[in-house]
Structure formats: C-alpha cells, structure tokens
C-alpha cells in the first residue's frame, strides 16, 4: 500500500502531492499583551495573589477565575487561549515543563523587548521608554518595503510609544497609538463613535481602553484589508503596575475575548480564512519571588525575562502545549512572522532564527522562504 503511495506521489510530480505543503498564510497578525506572565497564562489565577485583599478590590474574580486545578483556571481565564490556540494552535512557555521564551535584552522592560521582538536583535543602547524613535529598522518596515505589502501593514496600540518603536511614521505605515483618533479619510459608523468617545472614557493611566485599540483596529481590518498587522494592548501591564491582580486577570480575560471575536471575523471572510496565522505574545514578564514582586519588573527583578509564545495559522502544526524542554529568545519572533510570508528577513546584525517548530517542515526549505529582494 505504502509503495502504491509513493508512486502516485511520484507520477504526481507538482501535483496534489506538492501542493498539499503550499505556504497558506498570505496575512500575519502580530498580538501582544503587554506584561502579561507565564503563570497565569499556563496555570490560570495565583493562588497566592488572588486571596490578598491589598491585589483584588472586586471578589468576583474568584468566583470567575479561581479553581483547584491549574487546568480549569487557566482556561476559565484565557477560554480562547486554551480551547482554540490549545486545540488548533501552539503555546510555548510553560517553564514547569522546561519550555522557556525569554527575552534575550538584560533590561526586562517595553521598549527594549518590543524593538528585540520587531527589529530581531538586541541594542544594548537602548535603555528607556523614552519617545523617541528606533534607530534600528524592525521588520514591520522590511515588510512593507516589498512591492506586494506596500500600503498593507498597520499599527495599532494602546500605549504611545509603539509608533517610534516600529518607526511608523517615517516609513509611512499606518499607526493608531494612545489618544488618536481614527486612522483614514472615509470612516465607519463604529470609528466615528470611538472617536466621540475616546476623550470621554478615561481608563486612569493617561492611555485608552484596550478595547479602543481593539475597535480602531478591528474596523480598519474591515475598511482597508490590510495584510499585515499588530496590535498591542497594554492595561494587563498597567494594573501590574498599579497593583490590582483583580483588574489584571479581568483586563487578561477580555483581551482574550477580543483576540477570540478577532479570529471568529477572520475565518469568516473569504480573504482571511485559512490564510492568516496570529502570532501572539509579551513584551516581558514580572516579577515571582514574593507576593510584591508580581507588580514590578527590570534586570533587579528575578522573572522579569520570562515570557511565552502563542501561535495559530494554516501552516502550523496542531501542537497544543509545547511540553519539550527548549530555550526560545523574544528576537526569533522577527524573523519567524516574516517566515510565514514566505520572507527571508535580514537586518545589519544578526537576527534570532525562525522558529522552526512552528512551521510544517516542508514549508522550511530555502525555496519556499525567499529573500523578495533577489
């Protein structure tokens, strides 16, 4: 029977054979969720945060998210995460089964992880979440320079500082950050109203909603198509910082149903199904030693590296959790997303490889990943 096989595959030749192990993706989204750790990610709610009365004001949480099994809590958490990502998709991450992402920059905090993730490299120089534009070029632009993604990547975030990170602006990509409005000349009922609202709903951190970064983002993906996107959200990390465990697992839980509502939309539309892979992931982790440590992170604070990947798309295998003990770097995901378009990414250092365990093996070879430059 195996010899029969072989030999339809052989007279095939470029036929069903081949084409079965085609590159799918044709559309990547890149998803952050700024500050979010590991644990709760792989092991839901923490027992010894979710019961300290100075971290969750609102005792509903408990009752939404709280269970004796790590199992249960982490997908009463993060629903779409585990029963859609875990079930179609990859995660990585989970160090209890010696799964480790890290990022590969000594500083452990926003802008020197998100330019690791989108320029592929580590700048030592870069030392501050200061304003100020990336002197590096990140993949986003290398990606729009190519003729077929000119004018179709787009930028979203709820914190302001995105747009100088992936240096938007200058290289004329579409970016929609903090208190902005709407992005394009012609505006859907929805934007509009946002744009209403935005100065009116404050969320107390001097940035907006999530949810408005969703919306803006959500309707420019409807408007304009684009091919490429990422979209970051930041309240996980700000009630980190502002010491509310109850408002950081809520904030997870909804960016989680905003990711879901995204993915729905996405295999609904004849463009987008079974040609786009999400590419999810953190800009750092916290702190874990003690109960205070979870509300900070930084090169002093032990776990502020450790991180994880998420990822689901047409070319990626059905893996679930990744139990396999290996050591992945924030820097791969640069070159890894650009993987998934069939692009050879290359910057003046070098970069963190693809990520070879999220691609089907054949689709690996140098003839399927091309330098479009050539």
């Known amino acids: 029977m195996f010899k029969r096989l072989l030999l339809l595959c052989l007279v095939a030749g470029a036929g069903s054979c081949a084409l079965a192990q085609e590159r799918q993706t044709e559309n990547v989204i890149i998803i952050t969720l700024d500050g979010f750790r590991w644990q709760e990610l792989f092991a839901g709610a923490d027992s010894s945060l979710i019961y300290e009365k100075d971290y969750v004001h609102d005792k509903s949480v408990l009752e939404k998210f709280w269970d004796s099994s790590p199992v249960a809590r982490r997908q009463k958490l993060m629903p779409f995460f585990w029963n859609v990502i875990g079930a179609e998709g990859q995660l990585y991450g989970n160090r209890e089964l010696g799964n480790r992402v890290n990022c590969a920059n000594p500083y452990w905090f926003s802008y020197p992880g998100y330019s690791e993730m989108m320029t592929g490299f580590v700048d030592n120089g870069i030392r501050s979440n200061d304003k100020k534009e990336n002197p590096n070029a990140t993949v986003l632009e ?53 744009n209403a609202l935005q100065p ?125 003990e290996a050591q992945y770097f924030q820097k791969q995901v ?11 990414y290359e910057n003046t250092e070098p970069v963190g490889e693809v990520i070879e365990s999220m691609f089907i093996p054949e689709l690996l070879s140098d003839s399927r990943i091309m330098d479009l430059h050539r």
């Open 142 to 194: 290398y990606i729009h320079k190519q003729k077929e993604y000119t004018g179709k990547v787009a930028v979203f975030s709820t914190w302001n500082v995105i747009p100088y990170i992936v240096r938007a602006q200058a290289h004329g990509i579409p970016a929609n950050a903090g208190e902005e409005h709407a992005i394009g000349d012609t505006l859907s009922d929805c934007e509009m109203l946002l």
């Open 334 to 344: 640069a070159k890894t997303a650009a993987a998934f378009l069939g692009i050879h």
């Open 200 to 324: 009116i709903l404050k969320n107390g951190h001097g940035e907006r909603y999530d949810a408005f970064t969703f919306f803006y983002a959500f309707e420019y993906l409807k408007r304009e198509r684009p091919r490429v996107m990422f979209i970051s959200f930041d309240e996980t990390d700000e009630h980190g910082h502002g010491g509310r465990y109850d408002e950081y697992l809520k904030s997870a839980h909804h960016t989680d149903r905003m990711i879901s509502q995204l993915w729905q939309w996405l295999q609904s539309q004849e463009d987008y199904k079974n040609k786009t892979t999400l590419l999810i992931t953190t800009d750092h982790g916290r702190g874990h030693i003690s109960r205070k440590a979870w509300k900070n992170h930084g090169r002093l604070i032990p776990g502020s590296s450790q991180m994880w990947f998420a990822v689901i798309g047409p070319d990626t295998p059905v893996l679930g959790e990744m139990k396999n």
